[in-house]
Each structure stands twice: as structure tokens, then as C-alpha cells.
């Protein structure tokens, strides 16, 4: 079964702009799934889409086996997603900022796993230091862990190493990969062919809201 899937997605914005031309894709449970395509290829709106924070236009999206139209909410649960944003409560510490996030979801406090979360993320030394005093790759990182407070079997992530410097993404990626490792679907933006590569064991590219391909890593680049 997939973990997520569209058939013919379509999104066209007020004022016409057509952002998803009909996209049918499908990313299997447990997989690591970059979608990758230059500025302005679709890639936020597909994200927005499955976050809920834009309106499809047509076509059908099954999250987890629920389809977004008929059980919005169960598709949400199934998913965490982590913004482009670095938007922090800045005087939160990790520790308090998960619990908030755990309430908001309704975790019930025996089945919060707070401190293994900063652990997977690399933040367990920061549980009680203040949100300002991290770092951007430590500030999203803590994105990171807030988004699984849930236990979502989904993690969306766009961007996710859009203005971290180098030494920081080699931390961010092992952070996700750490969640992969643990059984969570990921599913990526990215504009770079390298990051998709050296991550994702399955490689979609759309361009101009259309799939241009989809296949295994390791054959996408056989035919690049
Ligand atoms: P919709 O209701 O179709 O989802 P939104 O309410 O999200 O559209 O968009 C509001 C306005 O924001 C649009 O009319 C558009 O002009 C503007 N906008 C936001 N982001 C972009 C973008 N990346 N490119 C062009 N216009 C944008
Ligand atoms: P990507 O994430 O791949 O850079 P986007 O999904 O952000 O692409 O944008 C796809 C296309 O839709 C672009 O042409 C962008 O300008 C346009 N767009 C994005 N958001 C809006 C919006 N709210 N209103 C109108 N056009 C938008």
C-alpha cells in the first residue's frame, strides 16, 4: 500500500495560474521521496495540498488510505509537516515547544516521547536551553522534532536545507535520516539534484505542474 498518493492533481490559483497540471504519483510506505524540479515547478502547492494549507483544484489525494476530501482530518494526522519557515516561539525551549505541540495534537502525556525526539534530531543537550539561542540548523532541526510530536507516519518536509549552510545540512540530513531509519515515510522538496541524490531512494521531477519522471535513484541517474 502507498503511503500517499495523487491521481490527476490539479491546481489552478486564483488568477489562473495552472501550479499542478495533473499529477499522479504514487510514494511507497517507508520510502525516502524527493520531489524535484526547478522554482516554480509545483513542488510547494503539492506540499500545501497534502498540509492542507491550499485548496485542490481536481483530481484525488489518498493519505495513509484516507482520501483528503472524504476524511481531511485522518489525512492530516497521518502527516507531519515541517515549513520552509523558521517561525519559533523564541523564549520556548525545545522541551516546553514539543509539549505544546503534543497538546495541541491531544498526545497524551504517557505516550509523549519528547527527549527521544531531541534525541533523533541531535537537540537532547539543548531540551531546556531558550529557542533564540539555537542556531538556523538547530532551529530547524527543533522544526523537525515538532513535527513528529504525533508519531505521523509521514514526514513532509519543503526545502528543508533551503539556507543552511553545509556543515549544518550534513546534521539536518542525518536527522531525517534517523527518522527514515525508524520506519517514517519521507517526502522531500528539493531544487537540488544532489541533495535528492544522495538521500532519496526514489526520485520524482515534476516541471512547469506536469511529472517529467519517476523512478528509483539509482535508474533516474542511469539516465541522466
Ligand atoms: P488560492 O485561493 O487560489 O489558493 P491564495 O489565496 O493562496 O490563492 O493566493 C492569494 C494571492 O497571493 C494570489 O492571488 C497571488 O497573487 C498571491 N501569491 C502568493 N504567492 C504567490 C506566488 N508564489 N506567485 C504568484 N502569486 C502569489
Ligand atoms: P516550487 O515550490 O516548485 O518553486 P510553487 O508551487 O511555489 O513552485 O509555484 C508553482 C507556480 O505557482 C509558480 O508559477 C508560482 O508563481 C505560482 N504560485 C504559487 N503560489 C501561488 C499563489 N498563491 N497564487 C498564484 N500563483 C502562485
Known sequence: DAALSADGL?????????ALDGIS????RGSFFGLLGPNGAG??????????????SSGTVRVWDRDLDRDPRGAKAAIGV??????????????????VQ?????VPKSERRTMEILDIVGLA???????????????????????????????????PTAGVDIELR????????GMNEQGTTILLTTHYLEEAEQLCDRIAIINQGRLAALDTTANLLKRI
Open 25 to 28: 504519483l504514487s510514494v511507497p
Open 125 to 159: 543537550d539543548k531540551a531546556d536551553s531558550y529557542a533564540r539561542t539555537l542556531s538556523g540548523g538547530m532551529r530547524r532541526r527543533l522544526l523537525v522534532a515538532k513535527a513528529m510530536v504525533h508519531n505521523p507516519p509521514i514526514l513532509v518536509l519543503d526545502e
Open 43 to 56: 513542488k510547494s502547492t503539492f506540499i500545501n495540498i497534502l498540509a492542507g494549507l491550499v485548496l485542490k
Open 102 to 106: 503534543a497538546g495541541m495534537y491531544g
Open 10 to 18: 490539479v491546481k489552478v490559483y486564483r488568477g489562473g495560474k495552472r
Open 170 to 177: 550534513q546534521h539536518l540530513w542525518e536527522a531525517i535520516r
Open 82 to 99: 515541517v515549513p520552509q519557515e523558521l517561525n519559533l516561539d523564541a523564549f520556548f525551549t525545545p522541551r516546553e515547544l514539543l509539549d
